[in-house]
C-alpha cells in the first residue's frame, strides 16, 4: 500500500511522529510550512487566531497530488483546540484525493478539545474515508507503544473511525 504522511511542525513533535511512521511504513514525506513567518510572538498573537477562525494559512507547498497514494496520513498540532492554518490549507490543496483513505494525527501539549473532529470533517469533506484518528499527548511522543497504534491504524483494513486518544 502506498502511503502518503502530509503534515505540519513548528516545535518538531508532529515532525517526529512523522518520521517515525514513515521509517516503519515506507511512506513518502510532505512537509507543508507556511509562507508566513511565525516567531513564538505571531504565533500565540495571529496563528492561534487563525487556527480558531478556521483559516488557511499561504502554504508551501500549494498543492499535493495524492492521486497515486492509497493511504493518506495527515499530522498537525493543536492549536487552541484547532488544527493549524497551515494544515488547513494543506488539506484544501489536495488533488485527486476523492476515495483515498486517510488517517489523521494530532500533537498536543494539553487538550485536543475538538481538533481531531474537525480535521476528520475537513478531510470527509473532501471525499476522502477516514479509516481512523489518535492524538499524542506530549507525554506520549516517546511512548513506542503509541506510536505503534498509529502504525496500526495505517496499515488496518476497512474503514471505522478507530480513535484513540
Known amino acids: 500500500m502506498r502511503t502518503a504522511i502530509i503534515y505540519h511542525s513548528d516545535t518538531g513533535n508532529t515532525r517526529a511522529v512523522a518520521e517515525y511512521v514513515a521509517r516503519?511504513?515506507?511512506?513518502?514525506l510532505f512537509r507543508v510550512q507556511s509562507k508566513f513567518p511565525y516567531n513564538p510572538l505571531t504565533l500565540v498573537a495571529v496563528g492561534v487566531r487563525r487556527a480558531i477562525c478556521g483559516t488557511n494559512d499561504p502554504v508551501e507547498p500549494k498543492r499535493i497530488n495524492v492521486g497515486s497514494y492509497d493511504c493518506v496520513v495527515i499530522g498537525s498540532p493543536v492549536w487552541a483546540g484547532n488544527p493549524t492554518p497551515v494544515i488547513n490549507a494543506a488539506v484544501a490543496g489536495l488533488e485527486n484525493c476523492q476515495g483515498r483513505e486517510a488517517?489523521?494525527?494530532?500533537?498536543?501539549s494539553l487538550l485536543s478539545r475538538d481538533a481531531p473532529r474537525?480535521?476528520?470533517?475537513?478531510?470527509?469533506?473532501?471525499?476522502?474515508?477516514l479509516k481512523g484518528s489518535i492524538v499524542f499527548h506530549a507525554s506520549e511522543l516517546t511512548d513506542y507503544r503509541a506510536?505503534?497504534?498509529?502504525?496500526?491504524?495505517?496499515?488496518?483494513?476497512?474503514?471505522?473511525?478507530?480513535?484513540v486518544d
Open 103 to 108: 488517517v489523521i494525527f494530532m500533537t498536543c
Open 24 to 28: 516503519h511504513t515506507g511512506a513518502d
Open 147 to 163: 506510536l505503534e497504534r498509529l502504525v496500526s491504524i495505517i496499515g488496518s483494513p476497512g474503514y471505522g473511525d478507530i480513535r
Open 118 to 129: 474537525i480535521l476528520a470533517d475537513r478531510v470527509r469533506e473532501r471525499g476522502m474515508k
